[in-house]
């Protein structure tokens, strides 16, 4: 049995929000099915409306407040997400964009994440796949293969049940499998890093790279034979 | 401990009063800032430099030994010197003559510059910028310690027997920081060489440096420069004063609510509960100024932003005032009192480096040899070294 952390992320701006509701029936999910095989679930949810206050200083300067902050720890600590956006003129809504524009880009490497939006009409049913699937790529996250959808017509459909039961188990089985854990303990290294670039915990120091060399006397020059345009050789 | 204060030189637009300064008013301005920084009892004034509008320090070596020959006590430095798209060379040359003039007074702050379409017009490429700040240094380095140098990196031509002159005032290199906020690369360089460390302490919260200058701290350890503690730290920090805090509140808004950076961003409040950014009466900058030194440890150079923004001349005058009569005298007992006594005081004056390399001997005064229109034969172009004539036919 493992206590897993899933943290949603919820860009609904109204109240009850139909984006929210969407990110709890899918939260919901994972939890009962994961108590089914015998984990502990523990679940914190981040209402981005909330951070909407903060959210200019973070654009503009890198300057991330309390309430971000707090955000950024929680996903630091996540096992899966679940990441539910509005649909606005046909793109996810720029409030979720932005959140996850203004995170260090090594933050959600190898994370499990559903991804999942609503929308007045199913012609944004690719917002989803087409969109939001290629931000997580960037941040090198890890998606699961079923997206969820949901416009007007669905809430009332049994197949919105479907694919969420669907999505909910893909998830649990990649949290369950250790995917990310294993990803950040064995192959770290193998992904770009910045100093600091993963919410204050990417500190490591590798003082062994031709940078360090170079920052103590040393020279990036190889040997020179292999270069035609070498003056050295003539 | 040293206080002072550092411009960017840029020339912003008076959100109250509507006016822009020309050029030629704010560097007019700029020189008696500066002055006046003498004269109310700090210690040194800092210029960065920049190559593009709304900016007018391009030249700040230029700029700098003005201000030198208009005080007495002052010590000029950077803020920064950028690293990436100077020639190491011509750093070496014009900082070097730099000291001579200001009779040692000065050193300088090595930078990078984040301003990517300035490296292409100085032949540079921004990708490689953390290279070429760490190359273009170690050269610099070499050319104010050796007579000569043959050398050749990835960047630059090469030199072969090349002299920088003139030599170093005394024959005794210009002390130099190196400025980083996220480059562990840097704080490297920095230990490495023992030179100082500079955390500009403007933009983020205070964590983003703590890290780095515990690492410079132990790497300049490790190198045997000295214990942690008596590495060289500095740190910028920006204020702004009235008598009380809701007149400096008042007074303050309208231009950080359009400062460059961080303008239509952050509420004033926010930013200085989350920043070094200290707006108050004199005993809040104070307070907020004494916690710097908790975070960081002991450090040597305390620099504060105060010119920027679009304030008046008038009003940094006046900040000036306040700086030198009610806080940097507090500020200067109170971090006395507290230091660790194998801290040290102060970053390393001339006076300082002239003895820690020569003791109680006079210093080298470098005399070269008549013109022999080159430098590749003999030893050294200078008259003290010993196969220079040898190896010279005679006529």
């Known amino acids: ?234 | 401990m040293q206080f002072g204060i550092m411009s960017v030189s840029d020339i912003t637009r008076d959100p109250v009063s509507g006016h822009t300064p020309s050029e030629a008013e704010r560097i007019k301005n700029i020189v008696r800032i500066a002055v006046h920084a003498e004269e109310v009892g700090l210690d040194v004034f800092a210029i960065g430099e920049h190559h593009n509008p709304p900016f007018f320090s391009s030249s700040p070596t230029t700029l700098l030994s003005h201000i030198a020959a208009l005080t007495e006590k002052l010590t000029v430095t950077t803020s920064t010197t950028l690293i990436t798209t100077n020639d190491p060379v011509r750093l070496a040359e014009e900082y070097a003559m730099l000291q001579h003039l200001a009779g040692g007074r000065m050193d300088l702050m090595l930078g990078r510059g984040n301003t990517a379409p300035v490296y292409p017009w100085f032949g540079q490429d921004i990708r490689q910028g953390l290279p070429l700040a760490l190359e273009n240094y170690n050269l610099l380095h070499r050319l104010w310690r050796e007579d000569v140098v043959d050398w050749e990196g990835q960047f630059r031509t090469p030199l072969q027997g090349f002299t920088s002159t003139p030599r170093p005032l005394d024959d005794v290199p210009p002390f130099v920081w190196h400025g980083s906020i996220r480059t562990p690369e840097i704080a490297e360089q920095a230990a490495f060489y023992g030179n100082g460390y500079f955390a500009n302490n403007i933009f983020w919260p205070k964590e983003h440096y703590q890290r780095l200058i515990k690492f410079y701290r132990q790497r300049f350890e490790h190198y045997g420069h000295g214990t942690r503690k008596q590495a060289i730290v500095g740190l910028g920090g920006q204020a702004f004063l009235a008598k009380n805090s809701q007149d400096a509140h008042d007074q303050f808004r309208p231009y950080f609510n359009e400062a460059p950076v961080y303008g239509h961003g952050p509420t004033m409040e926010d930013f200085e509960e989350m920043t070094p950014l200290s707006v108050g009466s004199p005993q809040e900058v104070i307070d907020k100024t004494l916690t710097f030194r908790e975070a960081f440890g002991d450090y040597q150079r305390q620099l504060f932003l105060v010119d920027h923004a679009g304030l008046p001349v008038d009003t940094v005058l006046q900040q000036l005032d306040l700086l030198g009569e009610h806080v940097v005298p507090v500020l200067r007992a109170e971090l006395e009192a507290r230091r660790d006594p194998e801290a040290p005081a102060n970053p390393p004056s001339h006076a300082d480096l002239i003895k820690a390399k020569y003791g109680d001997q006079a210093p080298r005064q470098p005399r070269p040899n008549a013109n022999r229109g080159d430098n590749v034969t003999g030893g050294s172009p200078y008259q003290d070294s010993e196969t220079s004539v040898e190896s010279y036919p005679t006529l």
């Open chain 1, 1 to 234: 049995m493992t206590d897993f952390r899933l943290v949603v992320v919820s860009a609904g701006v109204s109240d009850p929000s139909s984006t929210r509701l969407l990110a709890d029936r899918a939260t919901q999910r994972v939890t009962a099915l994961a108590r089914e095989r015998g984990h502990a679930v523990t679940v914190t949810t981040v209402d981005l409306r909330e951070l909407l206050q903060e959210l200019p200083a973070a654009l503009s300067s890198q300057l991330l407040g309390p309430r971000f902050t707090r955000a950024v720890d929680a996903l630091v600590a996540a096992d899966a997400i679940v990441a539910a956006a509005p649909v606005y003129k046909a793109g996810a809504s720029g409030l979720f964009t932005s959140f996850f524009q203004v995170l260090d880009n090594d933050l959600l490497i190898g994370k499990p994440v559903i991804l999942a939006a609503t929308a007045g009409t199913a012609r944004h049913a690719l917002v989803v796949d087409e969109e939001m699937r290629a931000l997580f790529a960037y941040l090198r996250a890890l998606p699961v293969p079923t997206s969820l959808f949901a416009s007007t017509e669905d809430w009332t459909d049994t197949a919105l049940g479907t694919r969420i039961d669907r999505a909910a188990r893909e998830l649990v089985l990649l949290m369950e499998s250790g995917f990310a854990r294993a990803v950040r303990d064995d192959a770290w290294g193998a992904y770009q890093h910045s100093y600091g670039s993963a919410g204050g915990t990417e500190v490591d120091i590798d003082l062994d790279s031709d940078m360090m060399r170079l920052a103590t006397g040393g020279s990036l020059r190889p040997g020179g034979e292999d270069d035609p345009f070498d003056p050295r050789r003539a």
